[in-house]
């Protein structure tokens, strides 16, 4: 049983002569307790894949299920739902908000999430091994760019999410830090049984998938 | 309302500026509020005190009271006790040592209602035609019981035996007097009665030709000037009501633009949007309120530091409505950020 199952997605953009087609005939599954990565040059269709997997937009044809169930015959509220609930993203631009701090950007989803969300022990843990334990208490503009993307996923894990959907995660880091970032993920995917994907242009972040795909134009396929 | 306190905590100098200027507007709606309510009162004061549902005056007055004139002939023969005459003049008001007043005369016959049912600050009624009650701006300027005045350029001198609060008339205080004065101040015969006749029930009328009557609001709604200031006054309120809400609408909308992004990221993590939007509409209000309240407070500071002249009501029921109708306002200004917030697309800030 796949936690995520992709069959035959096709995507279109744009009408008529402008109309390109980005994603052709995907079929793609990722397992629980696996670290799968889906690496490809920029444009060539990573980020649409990622947000169709995650329900954020609608493919033209095709079927997307998690845990079995499929996705788009879901209303938007009910794909809210299962977001908060199932799926933790991690995104190129983390957004986080420049008002709160660390600390305050995981009580958001506290506040609407009241259950299953990280005990405070783990997210210490979690922090400290994102290495931004010291930085809980100031706000987002005192810190770095790839402090930030750290603590961003140290926010989409923070819900404790069965489904990890990053889209390039370590765009912002050093080597030795995306080094630590790939090993937690592969980490975080046998120790907690979670579903990780990751797309990236990084392909320093093979050693540590379980699975890796490579997408060109619009097509996925296994390598190896 | 955490987000909310949070951004207004942390952009401190930002939400402080956009509450300077609902304190600004809040406090020259409150001023303006209170002024255009002082001066209607000062149009209808005395009106009030009377009690009064009709009022008779000539046909051809043109519900103006100073056009008004009954004859002997054109008046029923006895009034019931419901009725009473006033004859009214306006005039200038001297004694030695005294600035000079504009004024309104008003004969009243010492058995009928109004008289009757006067209530005096101070002093008695008067029992000659040379006795008055006056208003008590008067005893503001400096006048004082026993003083004699003259009135217009006629010879004859007043007295001024008692003080009544609240006499006012189309923003003129009142010289109440009797009939007789009245007749001699407005220089014409006994065949001539009164100015009007004013009635304590709705139904009053007789059937005469020469009379019309009209309720009171019919009345008071044609005092000289009385509507075109009341209507200029609500045109500004309104306008300022407006602008306050193209204020908030603005603000909010820039400072909402300004977070679409951040709130797309939130919006893919599965926060619902209702979340978002709550936090704009309690941002609002707080906003409007705390402006709300510090206008509030520099309206009371107003209110105490005022002199008595300034014809300034300050109403806290109409008050109370007034700031009702700006968090209202603040509510409607947030609505427009709102909708952006609920087409917000999580897609536009993925990828890159
Ligand atoms: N909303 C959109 N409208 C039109 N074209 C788009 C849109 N989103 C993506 N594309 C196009 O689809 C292709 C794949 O984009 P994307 O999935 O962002 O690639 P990647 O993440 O691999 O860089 C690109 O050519 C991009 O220009
Ligand atoms: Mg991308």
Same mark, same amino acid.
């Given at each position: 049983?796949?936690?995520?199952?992709?069959?035959?997605?096709?995507?279109?953009?744009?009408?008529?002569?402008?109309?390109?087609?980005?994603?052709?005939?995907?079929?793609?599954?990722?397992?629980?307790?696996?670290?799968?990565? &889906?690496?490809?040059?920029?444009?060539?269709?990573?980020?649409?894949?990622?947000?169709?997997?995650?329900?954020?937009?609608?493919?033209?044809?095709?079927?997307?299920?998690?845990?079995?169930?499929?996705?788009?015959?879901?209303?938007?509220?009910?794909?809210?739902?299962?977001?908060?609930?199932?799926?933790?993203?991690?995104?190129?631009?983390?957004?986080?908000?420049?008002?709160?701090? &660390?600390?305050?950007?995981?009580?958001?989803?506290?506040?609407?999430?009241?259950?299953?969300?990280?005990?405070?022990?783990?997210?210490?843990?979690?922090?400290?091994?994102?290495?931004?334990?010291?930085?809980?208490?100031?706000?987002?503009?005192?810190?770095?760019?790839?402090?930030?993307?750290?603590?961003?996923?140290?926010?989409?894990?923070?819900?404790?999410?069965?489904?990890?959907?990053?889209?390039?995660?370590?765009?912002?880091?050093?080597?030795?830090?995306?080094?630590?970032?790939?090993?937690?993920?592969?980490?975080?995917?046998?120790?907690?049984?979670?579903?990780?994907?990751?797309?990236?242009?990084?392909?320093?972040?093979?050693?540590?998938?379980?699975?890796?795909?490579?997408?060109?134009?619009?097509?996925?396929?296994?390598?190896? | 309302?955490?987000?909310?306190?949070?951004?207004?905590?942390?952009?401190?100098?930002?939400?402080?500026?956009?509450?300077?200027?609902?304190?600004?507007?809040?406090?020259?709606?409150?001023?303006?509020?209170?002024?255009?309510?002082? +001066?209607?009162? #000062?149009?209808?004061?005395?009106?009030?005190?009377?009690?009064?549902?009709?009022?008779?005056?000539?046909? =051809?007055?043109?519900?103006?009271?100073?056009?008004?004139?009954?004859?002997?002939?054109?008046?029923?023969?006895?009034?019931?006790?419901? #009725?009473?005459? %006033?004859?009214?003049?306006?005039?200038?008001?001297?004694?030695?040592?005294?600035?000079?007043?504009?004024?309104?005369?008003?004969?009243?016959?010492?058995?009928?209602?109004?008289?009757?049912?006067?209530?005096?600050?101070?002093?008695?009624?008067?029992?000659?035609?040379?006795?008055?009650?006056? =208003?008590?701006?008067?005893?503001?300027?400096?006048?004082?019981?026993?003083?004699?005045?003259?009135?217009? !350029?006629?010879?004859?001198?007043?007295?001024?035996?008692?003080? %009544?609060?609240?006499?006012?008339?189309?923003?003129?205080?009142?010289?109440?007097?009797?009939?007789?004065?009245?007749?001699? +101040?407005?220089?014409?015969?006994?065949?001539?009665?009164?100015?009007?006749?004013?009635?304590?029930?709705?139904?009053?009328?007789?059937?005469?030709? =020469?009379?019309?009557?009209?309720?009171?609001?019919?009345?008071?709604?044609? $005092?000289?000037?009385?509507?075109?200031?009341? !209507?200029?006054?609500?045109?500004?309120?309104?306008?300022?009501?407006?602008?306050?809400? %193209?204020?908030?609408?603005?603000?909010?909308?820039? +400072?909402?633009?300004?977070? $679409?992004?951040?709130?797309?990221?939130?919006?893919?993590?599965?926060?619902?949007?209702?979340?978002?939007?709550?936090?704009?509409?309690?941002?609002?209000?707080?906003?409007?309120?705390?402006?709300?309240?510090?206008?509030?407070?520099?309206?009371?500071?107003?209110?105490?530091?005022?002199?008595?002249?300034?014809?300034?009501?300050?109403? $806290?029921?109409?008050?109370?409505?007034?700031? +009702?109708?700006?968090?209202?306002?603040?509510?409607?200004?947030?609505?427009?950020?709102?909708?952006?917030?609920?087409?917000?697309?999580?897609? !536009?800030?993925?990828?890159?």
């Amino acid at each position: 049983m796949s936690a995520i199952k992709l069959t035959n997605i096709n995507k279109f953009f744009g009408h008529k002569a402008s109309r390109v087609h980005v994603l052709r005939d995907i079929n793609f599954t990722a397992e629980a307790g696996e670290l799968s990565l &889906v690496i490809g040059p920029s444009g060539s269709g990573k980020s649409t894949f990622l947000t169709i997997a995650g329900g954020l937009q609608t493919p033209n044809s095709g079927q997307v299920e998690l845990d079995q169930q499929p996705l788009y015959a879901l209303t938007a509220k009910q794909r809210d739902n299962l977001r908060l609930n199932k799926i933790g993203f991690i995104l190129q631009a983390y957004n986080l908000l420049p008002y709160l701090t &660390v600390r305050e950007q995981f009580s958001l989803a506290e506040r609407v999430k009241k259950q299953g969300n990280l005990t405070s022990s783990a997210l210490e843990t979690l922090l400290e091994q994102l290495g931004i334990a010291e930085f809980q208490h100031q706000y987002p503009a005192e810190l770095s760019g790839g402090q930030k993307q750290r603590v961003a996923i140290a926010r989409a894990l923070y819900t404790n999410p069965e489904i990890v959907l990053a889209d390039e995660p370590t765009a912002a880091l050093d080597s030795e830090r995306v080094k630590e970032v790939g090993q937690l993920l592969a980490d975080l995917a046998k120790s907690q049984h979670k579903a990780i994907v990751v797309v990236t242009h990084d392909l320093r972040l093979r050693d540590y998938a379980d699975q890796v795909y490579e997408i060109l134009d619009g097509k996925i396929s296994k390598t190896a | 309302m955490f987000l909310a306190l949070k951004e207004i905590k942390h952009e401190k100098l930002r939400y402080s500026l956009i509450i300077a200027m609902i304190v600004l507007i809040s406090y020259l709606i409150f001023i303006l509020t209170s002024l255009a309510l002082g +001066l209607a009162r #000062e149009n209808t004061n005395a009106i009030e005190s009377w009690n009064i549902q009709r009022i008779a005056l000539s046909q =051809d007055a043109n519900v103006s009271l100073s056009q008004s004139l009954l004859t002997k002939q054109q008046v029923p023969a006895k009034l019931s006790g419901h #009725e009473a005459y %006033i004859g009214q003049v306006p005039v200038v008001a001297k004694a030695s040592g005294e600035p000079k007043t504009s004024a309104q005369f008003i004969g009243l016959q010492s058995q009928q209602f109004i008289a009757k049912n006067m209530q005096l600050a101070a002093g008695h009624k008067p029992t000659t035609n040379q006795e008055v009650v006056v =208003d008590t701006s008067f005893k503001n300027a400096g006048y004082h019981l026993g003083q004699k005045i003259r009135l217009s !350029s006629t010879s004859q001198q007043f007295k001024i035996v008692g003080f %009544i609060n609240n006499a006012k008339i189309n923003i003129a205080p009142i010289v109440y007097g009797t009939l007789t004065a009245w007749r001699s +101040l407005k220089n014409v015969g006994p065949n001539l009665v009164a100015s009007a006749i004013v009635s304590q029930t709705s139904h009053f009328s007789q059937k005469n030709d =020469d009379l019309k009557y009209y309720s009171t609001k019919q009345f008071i709604n044609k $005092l000289p000037g009385y509507s075109a200031q009341n !209507s200029t006054f609500a045109f500004m309120i309104g306008f300022l009501m407006i602008i306050s809400l %193209i204020v908030i609408a603005v603000f909010l909308y820039i +400072l909402t633009v300004q977070k $679409l992004q951040n709130y797309a990221v939130l919006r893919a993590q599965g926060i619902p949007a209702k979340t978002l939007v709550g936090a704009t509409i309690s941002q609002a209000m707080i906003l409007v309120i705390s402006g709300l309240i510090i206008g509030t407070a520099l309206t009371a500071l107003t209110a105490l530091a005022m002199p008595a002249n300034v014809p300034m009501t300050f109403d $806290l029921p109409i008050l109370g409505a007034v700031a +009702l109708g700006l968090v209202v306002t603040g509510i409607i200004g947030a609505l427009f950020p709102t909708r952006m917030i609920l087409r917000v697309d999580p897609v !536009s800030v993925i990828g890159g």
